[in-house]
């Protein structure tokens, strides 16, 4: 009795893109990041520039809100999600620490996650 081994399958499965894991005023989601914009906000800002592979430092060079609209278009397009570089400056400038208690629960929720799960399936058969 022979055994012999079928070859191997590889699927891919990528999570879905699309939309923004939260609200612009779901701040109370997520009570960490809430508790961090209300009483360290730089702290969180730098925490979220990290995580995202910026230099740390960046959220303090934040004049007329340009680092804070390029971090958040930057956001938007790795991660897919719809929207526009006007609807971005827009929304850094009018609601701007909810913009970036979205941005550090994103940037969060993303990082902690696997983007691509990769399953093998092998079979043995007997011959």
Not at 11 to 26: A, K, P, Q
Not at 32 to 45: K, L, N
Not at 105 to 119: A, D
């Amino acid at each position: 009795m022979a055994i012999q081994q079928q070859p191997l399958q590889i699927l891919s499965v990528s999570r879905g893109h699309g939309e923004w894991s939260t609200g612009l005023l779901d701040c109370c989601s997520d009570v960490d990041t809430c508790c961090r914009a209300c009483w360290f906000f730089p702290c969180m800002q730098c925490e979220t520039a990290d995580k995202f592979g910026w230099c740390c430092c960046v959220p303090m060079l934040d004049e007329c809100c340009v680092v804070s609209y390029l971090l958040r278009t930057s956001i938007r397009q790795r991660y897919n999600i719809p929207g526009s570089c006007c609807g971005d400056y827009c929304t850094v400038i009018w609601c701007y620490q909810c913009a970036w208690c979205q941005m550090h629960r994103e940037v969060k929720i993303r990082t902690s996650e696997p983007t691509t799960i990769q399953v093998v399936a092998s079979q043995l058969r007997n011959a």
